[in-house]
């Protein structure tokens, strides 16, 4: 259905400024819709063209005529290309991004980021996209859409909508539009074809009196059956007051009062004025920052052709919230040609279709030969002309001529040959080549095979970048709409990106946990890739593989594997493999509390202390071992001198009593040598222990970065 005014707070249509009257709006509503639509009738023709040749409608009528009681093939394998293409935009699932800028902060970001997780999946967003990249590689285009919604029928918080347009012409575009996503575009109408009952239930007295005259509706916005609605998209923009505060943000303020500013903030039930949350910043002449600007903002009407129906309705957001994923486009002259993956197949498609419906039509003809019988012979004709029906090897005639048999046609070669030549035309106009749809072909190695199948994905490359870009468009109005829909204290669901779920408060100035949802400025960016799923499988993979080259990591990592498998009870298992880690090392996976941050670091200053005085009492036992030292050598050195002071007392000593003289001073000498040299041994393992004491803190450290880092590496952007 065209947009659901429900969604919206009821109002009576107000008439823009600018017009006279309903009526001239109306007028000029109907010319620029008619305009835009001629604009690109031609685009529009041929992508119809395209969507039915796509289902199967490959014969035009003249061959059809033809052709009229022969074989008619239509052999299409388009659906299974278009699918190849469509395949892998949904294996490498976008995901949308959101990066901290200026005032904004890392958990910040991560809430956002997950808020939109939760709203993609609470409106199938990967099926919105798949279903516009569908349409964008069939015909050349596809649209989608972002907006608010209410939460439910009995509430009045809203939640942001993203929304499938069906139909690849469903959105009319403003012709000036040349940005791929439709971002510079001015105006577009979104069209929906009513059922006259439906529309007469609603809006009974905005249908024409008139309806069955065609000149009153020359341009077919009324039926018998059916009324066009449209909504008419429309960028405004109005002056605004900007200012620059000292955090380096930028806000739009009220400056009725110059000396007090105040920051206009937009919800969902109007402008609100709030204080600044920081001073205004003053520029190098002394002036407060604050200038003059324009404020754009979209603005719809639902119209039908003659009436006014609802509006305006305005998002504060600086483009249109519909999105385009074209495919490829041409500039020709004054026109774009615009084109997706059909339209250069189709003639290769007719000739393969008819040749192969021609040997068709030679093969059920070569079983059957004719004979030449005289005219005479009426009696046998019937049994050759039946000949073909049984095994009978005697074919009995009367008269004087016997009958000739003339053998089948050859089945003309060139024929076939034709057929596999605009199989290879098709494959090189779509840019799949067998290998690139998973079919056998003449590349043997792996390498090969590889290079065609990249060959394959740089040639369709364009319909991934085209939609990458629109949500990623898509991305940028959902983070502008979050304040806006998010304007009240509530409770929102953020999904990680291993798809678990959590829950938030924010805007909850009561609440110590709340968040202020609209705090901040962020930048979004979209990233590819297969989801998480498929991520965890592979990992799971690569770590059985790590496991075979490094079976010791299985002892510290073995929970680590079993919670990335897939089989029923692996988490059981991951947390029995978890409690049977090391004390300390399962914990290092978790986020400490407060509380144990505290009770950790009680224990590292005792540890610590512990280690200071262990060491003091080292350094005791050291300066006790010295003056050991130093006492033996003394002793040594007073035996030594007493041993040759007696020498010296008594010359005439005999040479026994001189011998034992000096084997005393020798044994003291060496005892001192000992003694010094044990002091030595005990200084160096006292030493070594005092440094062993001093390294346990860093080493520690070291150890617990080591296995951090180990268990959980780093991302490539945070390795860089």
């Known amino acids: 259905m065209a947009y659901d005014t429900a969604d919206q707070p009821a109002r009576k249509a107000k008439l823009p400024s600018g017009y006279k009257d309903e009526a001239e709006f109306c007028q000029e509503v109907r010319e620029l819709f008619q305009n835009a639509v001629d604009y690109d009738l031609e685009n529009r023709d041929e992508a119809d063209a395209d969507l039915r040749f796509l289902a199967g409608d490959q014969w035009d009528d003249d061959a059809i005529k033809a052709r009229a009681g022969k074989p008619m093939l239509t052999i299409n394998d388009l659906p ?3 699918a190849q293409v469509v395949g892998d935009m949904r294996i490498n699932r976008p995901a949308i991004r959101v990066r901290p800028a200026e005032d904004a902060d890392k958990d910040l970001a991560e809430v956002r980021e997950g808020l939109i ?46 929304r499938n347009i069906p139909g690849a012409f469903a959105v009319v575009w403003d012709p000036f539009s040349m940005e791929r996503t439709g971002k510079d575009a001015e105006w577009c109408f979104v069209e929906e074809a009513m059922p006259r009952k439906a529309f007469e239930r609603r809006w ?122 074209r495919g ?98 098709i494959k090189d106009t779509t840019g799949l080549h067998d290998a690139s749809l998973g079919v056998a072909s003449n590349e043997t190695s792996g390498k090969a095979i590889l290079a065609r199948q990249r060959e394959g994905d740089v040639a369709t490359f364009i319909y991934h970048d085209n939609l990458q870009a629109a949500i990623s468009e ?40 709340s968040i202020d949802i609209s705090r901040g400025r962020y930048d979004v960016v979209v990233e590819t890739g297969p989801s998480y799923s498929t991520k965890r499988v592979e990992a799971a993979e690569s770590m059985m593989q790590f496991m075979q080259a490094v079976p010791g ?74 003056a050991q030292v130093k006492k033996t050598q003394a002793e040594a050195i007073k035996a030594m001198r007493e041993a040759e002071a ?20 020798r044994k003291a000498q060496a005892d001192a040598i000992k003694a010094e040299v044990e002091a030595q041994r005990s200084q160096v393992a006292l030493q070594g222990d005092i440094m062993d004491l001093q390294r346990k803190p860093l080493e520690a450290m070291n150890a617990e970065a080591d296995l951090e880092i180990k268990l959980n590496p780093p991302a490539p952007e945070q390795a860089e």
């Open 117 to 162: 997780r939760a709203i993609e999946r609470d409106n199938d967003a990967q099926g919105v996209y798949i279903a516009a990249g569908e349409n964008q590689v069939a015909c050349g285009i596809g649209n989608f859409r972002v907006g608010l919604k209410y939460a439910d029928d009995t509430q009045f918080e809203r939640d942001i909508d993203i």
């Open 474 to 513: 898509a991305g940028r109005v959902i983070n502008d709409l979050i304040p806006l829909a998010y304007d009240t204290s509530r409770t929102i669901r953020v999904i990680g990106e291993d798809e678990t779920t959590k829950v938030q408060r924010i805007n909850d100035p009561m609440n110590p946990e």
């Open 553 to 626: 990591a299985a002892q510290i990592a073995g929970d680590l594997i079993a919670r990335n498998m897939d089989w029923p009870g692996a988490d059981v298992i991951a947390e029995r493999l978890k409690k049977a880690l090391p004390p300390g090392m399962a914990e290092q996976d978790e986020e400490p509390t407060e509380e144990q941050q505290q009770q950790q670091a009680m224990a590292m200053q005792a540890q610590q202390e512990q280690q200071a005085m262990q060491a003091q009492a080292a350094q005791l036992a050291l300066a006790e071992k010295d």
């Open 646 to 665: 007696v020498g010296e007392d008594s010359p005439m000593e005999s040479p026994l009593d001189q011998q034992l003289k000096m084997a005393q001073v």
């Open 328 to 425: 490829w486009e041409i500039n020709v002259r004054s026109k774009r040609v615009r084109f997706g993956l059909v339209r250069f197949a189709r003639d290769s498609y007719r000739l393969r279709n008819y040749w192969r419906s021609k040997s068709a039509e030679m093969l059920a003809l070569a079983g059957n030969g004719k004979w030449i019988l005289n005219e005479r012979m009426e009696g046998d004709q019937d049994a050759f002309r039946e000949a073909y029906k049984n095994d009978d090897t005697v074919l009995i005639y009367s008269g004087e001529v016997p009958p000739q048999f003339v053998g089948p046609p050859t089945l003309n070669s060139a024929v076939l040959q034709e057929s596999q030549i605009l199989t290879q035309d």
């Open 204 to 325: 009974k007295q905005e249908l024409p009196s008139e309806l069955e005259v065609p000149k009153s509706d020359p341009d077919g916005w009324y039926t018998r059956d059916e009324v066009r609605v449209v909504e008419f998209w429309r960028m405004k923009s109005e002056p605004a007051t900007y200012a620059r505060l000292e955090t380096g943000s930028t806000v739009e303020v009220d400056v009725k009062d110059p000396m007090m500013p105040m920051m206009i903030r937009r919800t969902s039930k109007g402008v609100a004025l709030e204080p600044l949350p920081a001073p205004v910043a003053i520029d190098r002449d002394g002036e407060p920052m604050i200038r003059k600007g324009v404020r754009k903002y979209a603005c719809m009407y639902l119209m039908t052709g003659n009436a006014m129906l609802s509006g305006p309705h305005e998002l504060p957001i600086p483009r249109l919230p519909i999105f385009r994923a």
């Open 80 to 82: 299974q290309k278009i």
